[in-house]
């Protein structure tokens, strides 16, 4: 399975954006961009996901490069319900069962 | 759609006991996905059920490990002979249709073994 790298910890302000990265060198061209995250003391909730192009949703928006071995998580206006742990991960290949292969993630925290 | 429920939310057991946990996905969806979580990791893949036919299980999976979806609805999972080891968040997700489709989990079920 294809591996991905994050950074451990970010730091934003609220109201302010915030891009959190994701390295994934080995992708596959069947390899689909995941993003998930987890807020304390509950389960991880899909945010967003995508194959090649640029993707927007109600949650963030989701920056792919153009030879797709990285991508960013925007958060537009960060809120402190927004600290979480963000999870990149890869989806497709040889997998017949959809299942997630979470990393260890980034803990974003969100000041006041 | 109500989400995905587990029950019990936390389980406190003695170290050689035996414990079962519930999973209720949500209706109709056809796939259902058991993860552990320890502190400080990502959630790790344990299982996985299509209907009521298990496809996959990982290898951290052990024989005292056991689990079922009974009619392809609700799925239970069992831990026998508990360890220390065992205490861990254990998460249940359930996915409907495509195979990459988003997984939708529930709130999980925390373990303590003594």
């Known amino acids: 399975d294809a591996k991905t790298t994050q950074p451990n910890s970010m730091e934003s302000n609220e109201e302010e954006p915030v891009h959190l990265p994701c390295n994934h060198s080995t992708i596959s061209g069947t390899d689909y961009i995941h993003w998930y995250r987890q807020l304390p003391s509950q389960g991880p909730e899909y945010v967003i996901h995508g194959l090649t192009s640029n993707v927007n949703n109600r949650m963030a928006s989701l920056a792919i490069a153009e030879d797709r071995k990285s991508s960013t998580l925007i958060l537009h206006r960060a809120t402190l319900r927004d600290a979480a742990v963000y999870y990149c991960i890869l989806r497709g290949g040889s997998s017949n069962t959809g299942k997630l292969i979470f990393g260890q993630g980034t803990t974003l925290q969100v000041k006041p | ?114």
């Open chain 2, 1 to 114: 759609d109500t989400g995905v429920s587990q029950d019990p939310r936390h389980k406190i057991t003695k170290r050689g006991q035996n414990v079962t946990f519930r999973c209720d996905p949500i209706s109709e969806h056809n796939r259902l996905y058991w993860y552990r979580q320890t502190l400080g990791q990502g959630p790790e893949f344990l299982t996985y059920f299509q209907n009521e036919a298990q496809l996959e299980k990982s290898r951290l999976l052990s024989d005292r490990f056991s689990a079922e979806r009974p009619k392809g609805s609700f799925s239970t999972l069992e831990i026998q002979r508990t360890e220390q080891g065992d205490s861990a968040m254990y998460l249940c997700a359930s996915s409907p249709g495509r195979i990459f489709g988003t997984q939708y989990f529930g709130p999980g079920t925390r373990l303590l073994v003594l």
